[in-house]
């Protein structure tokens, strides 16, 4: 089955902790996202990759940090400087920047 | 700048009847325009979308038509059942330059139906 598949589904981390969230897609995607969505609002854009070895930040990329070696892996970093981590975070791909996106089944992040 | 406006919810149905929630936009030029579903603890579900003016998207019994005019897309249906309860979301694609591919979000209305 083609997919976008997210892990850990939960995740606890202390503060000063950096974590790491893993977004994998078999789409053969060009393009994949990190959004973040916190209860009652829309969902935010963190970071974009049109293309493997090119990011973009979104608009709210400040705390956060991203990679993509390879077209099926675009894994989102929270590093320590993120002030406010607590929240759910989604993937996503499309097959081009002005395509369709299709979202992962998400991971809630908390912070304790 | 570009921005989605929905309905406030939450909004509650009881089953079999007609759904409205209402979508307005402010975008430069022509974007894409498209409604996703969330069920609880799930990521997002695309449920249809429109590409240019007077499109009409379709999905399982859902309906919305992109209204240029009105700068409008309000997601319909006429019979809900229990199984649609869940939060939906309007969303634009800007479809010029550098914002390609940034999906800009309303900031969802809750769908709960009785039985």
């Known amino acids: 089955d083609g997919g976008i598949t997210q892990s850990p589904k939960y995740l606890f981390r202390k503060e000063g902790q950096n974590v790491t969230l893993s977004c994998e897609q078999n789409?053969?995607?060009?393009?994949m996202y990190w959004y973040r969505q916190d209860p009652g609002q829309g969902l935010r854009l963190i970071y974009y990759s049109q293309i493997v070895n090119d990011f973009q930040k979104g608009d709210i990329a400040e705390g956060y940090s991203v990679s993509r070696e390879k077209k099926e892996s675009f894994p989102l970093t929270v590093t320590s400087a993120q002030k406010n981590p607590t929240a759910f975070y989604l993937c996503a791909s499309s097959d081009s920047p002005t395509d369709t996106q299709y979202f992962g089944p998400g991971t809630r992040l908390t912070v304790l | 700048g570009n921005s989605v406006t929905q309905m406030e919810g939450p909004v509650t149905l009881s089953e079999e009847a007609f759904l409205t929630i209402n979508c307005t936009y402010t975008a430069t030029g022509y974007p894409s325009l498209f409604w996703y579903v969330q069920y609880p603890g799930e990521g997002l579900q695309l449920l249809l979308k429109?590409?240019?003016?007077?499109d009409k998207g379709s999905n399982k019994g859902f309906e919305a038509t992109y209204r240029k005019e009105t700068t409008s897309f309000h997601l319909e249906k006429g019979s809900v059942q229990v199984s649609d309860s869940a939060v939906y979301f309007c969303?634009?694609?800007?479809?010029?330059?550098?914002?390609?591919?940034?999906?800009?979000f309303g900031k969802g209305t809750k769908l709960s139906v009785k039985p």
């Open positions: 969303a634009l694609s800007p479809n010029y330059g550098g914002s390609q591919g940034n999906l800009i």
């Open positions: 789409l053969n995607h060009d393009a």
């Open positions: 429109a590409t240019k003016a007077d």
